[in-house]
Structure formats: C-alpha cells, structure tokens
C-alpha cells in the first residue's frame, strides 16, 4: 500500500493521477466518487452543504457565500477549484486552507479507501481524491456547513453526490464545449443536472434559451426554481472592495442563495453586509496598486473575457490595458483574443509549467493574434513577459495579467512578494 509521509510526496502521489479516466467497468461517471465516499464512511453527508455551478462566477459567489456564513458565526467549509499556488486552497475552513501536514496526513489515512475503490472502479483521479479529502476533512472538523463549487458542467460532476440545501447556476456560457456541447441548450443541460427534488435553484443571469432548458429539468425532478433577480433588490449589494461589475451580479446570486437558508443557517443583513465589506479574492480583478497598475484576472473562457474588459473599462477607462496572456488547450483562444482586443492594448504571449497541462505555444497566440489585425510579442518566460509589459507601460497604463489560471498564478506568486 502506498505511504504518504509528506506533502511533497501527497503533491507527487496526486499529479500522478492527473490522467486518470473512468474505467471500463464504470458504468455511470459518478459511480467511482460514490465507491471513494462510501469508503470513506459517506463524509459530505455529515453537514448542511451549498452547491453551486456555472460557466463563470461560481468561484466568486462560493467566496461570498462563504463568507456571509463565516461572519454569522458558522464554521464554513469551502471547496473551490482551480486552486492557484497550492493543493490545499481546495479545503478552507473559515478561510484558512488546510495545512501541508494536515493534508499529507489525510491523504495517507485515505489510501485504503483509495486502494479499495481502485480494484474495482479503476484509481480515483485528480479532481475526485482531492474533492474526497476535502468532504473528509470538513466532517472531521465538524463544520456547520460548507458551500461546495462544481468542477466541471454538473451532472456528471464529482460534486453532484451532494443533497445540497440550496443549489445554484450563476451563468451558462461556452467553456468546456470538448465535454458539455457546442450549444447553449446542451451546457444549460449538463448545469442542470445539479438540480435536486424539493432544493431551491437559485439562478444568476442567463439566457432565454439556458432558462428554459433549466426550468423544464428542474420541473422534471421537482426542485423549485428561483431567479436572483426577483428576490434580491440592487441596493441590497453593498459597496464591494473587488474590482468589476460582474462581481456585483455574483454578489445578487449569493444573498439570493442565502435568503433560501433555513432561518438556523441564514445570515443576518449585517453580518452580509460585513463580510462583503471584507471581500477578497484573489486572481479575480485583482488589482495591485503599483505604478503602473497591475490587474490579476483569470479569464480563461470568452464569458469570462467579457467580464474583464467591461471591468477594465469600468475602473480604468480611457487607459491602455498591456496583456500578458497564456491561454490552455483546447480553449477557443481566437475569440478570447477577439474579446481582449476590445480596448486599446498591447499584447505580449507567455507559457507556463503545469503538470498534466498544456499551454498554447506563445508563437501559436502571436499568430492567431495577427489573423485579427493585431500584433503581440512572443515570450515563453512569463516573469520575462509581464517584466517587458511593465517596462513598455507609461505610469497611466494598467498591465493585466491573464488567461489561464496556471499564469495567473505562477506570475501572481512572484510579483506579489517581490514588491511587498
């Protein structure tokens, strides 16, 4: 039986998984997470949890909702993904990751588990161990509940195990469409899937043709359907610390997801109002004021690339936007760029290192860059990349940092500190 002693060895153990797919004796996607769950003693069974999905926004409504339910007094689990800087950001409690020791240590105890579920389903991958550690510690930590983010689509997701209290979709956009499908009804479909006889779906803006997809399958296994907007007035969003307009749409989501708490779960105004006030998360319009300006966002989809530019317009407008942009296969770079190019920008394209990962050469972004009528500069390096960005900007300039998560957080990790 393999033994974990450290977390070196629990990050290695783990990256080896990265590849894994459903074995062919797997019948239904979901059938190993359940084998690893059942092995585990059922642990996402032991707490009031909150499901919430999306194309884009769900990891920044998981935050806020989180938060509430932190600043109310409960001890709140959080489970989102992708993390930036390490494995153990995937498993927070009231904010604070679990530690590298404690990580190591959980791993270890699950190998059995592990073991047992590999014999007959083939071995758990990336995403479905470290979903299982996280729904384990959060049991042996005894939380009064935790707020769960999907991995990918919904209905097959590893998440989808749940019986959530209060299920949500924030947005159905195009992302992932190798797995979900290439039309909205199809993604609508798949999101759908979290949906839960007799739990609240709270939805986030989204289109006429998503809706009625939702709508007919919620109806279908009888989850009442509840649209943020009807139950959340605007002035009932405080000022928020976080750059981007999106973020006040996300904001109208998680207090419509928190008004259909039962009264022992559901904050107060105040204690939303206080959490909001205190909102931080990192990677999404994060703004570091230096001289010039630098802006961490992770748009890694075209919905995404919207948000940052109506964003960017919004907090620095007449400014010239210097990208410093990765994008991983096989997202729909050509329209992201599109997007991007908006605005009065320079363009320089970088890489990164991740295992299990695979970067769009810089060379390939410069190309397909120069098929829309615009120029960037290649430059594998990305500390080389954002340096050259920040050299060419004047001090009225913004330099953004964006694309894939994996630049986003390399690049963030190493200026941070550096000018702290």
Sequence with gaps: MTKISSYDEAEAYLLGTIDEVASPRTSYKLDRMRALLRYLDDPHRRYPTIHVGGTSGKGSTSTMIAGALRA????????????????????????????????????DRAMPAIESTTSAYGRPTYYETLLALAFAYFAQEKVDVAVIEVGLGGRLDGTNVLHPVVAAITSVGYDHTDI??????AIALEKAGIAK???????????????????TYAAQVGAPVVYAQDVV????????????????????????????????????????????????????????????????DMAHNAEKAESLVASLRESFAGRRVHYVVAIGEPKDARRI??????????????????AG?????????????????????AIVDPVEALTVARRLATM???????????????????????IV
């Design 396 to 418: 009225d300039d913004v330099v953004v940092v964006t694309g894939s998560t994996f630049v986003v957080g390399e690049l963030r990790e190493w200026f941070i500190p550096a």
């Design 197 to 215: 006889p007799g739990v609240p779906l709270v939805l986030g803006p989204v289109s006429e043709a998503a809706a009625a997809v939702i709508e």
């Design 180 to 185: 979900l499908g290439t039309a909205i009804e």
């Design 233 to 296: 007035q605007i002035d009932e969003v405080p000022s928020l610390p976080v750059l981007g307009t999106f973020q006040r749409t996300n904001a109208v989501t998680a207090i419509a997801v928190l008004k259909q708490l039962a009264e022992t779960l559901r904050p107060s105004r105040d204690a939303i109002l206080r959490s909001f006030s205190e909102l931080s998360i990192p990677g999404r319009m994060e703004l570091v004021p230096t001289k010039p300006p630098v802006v961490f």
């Design 72 to 107: 109310s007094g409960k001890r709140t689990g959080l489970h989102t993904k992708p993390h930036l800087h390490s494995m153990t950001e995937r498993a927070c409690i009231d904010g604070q990751s679990i530690s590298r020791e404690r990580f190591a240590e959980m791993l």
């Design 357 to 377: 990962r695979r970067a769009i050469a810089p060379s390939r972004l410069s190309t397909i860059a120069e098929s829309i009528g615009r120029w960037g500069r």
């Design 337 to 354: 760029l599109e997007i991007l190019a908006a605005l009065p920008s320079t363009f320089t394209f970088t890489s990164y290192v991740a």
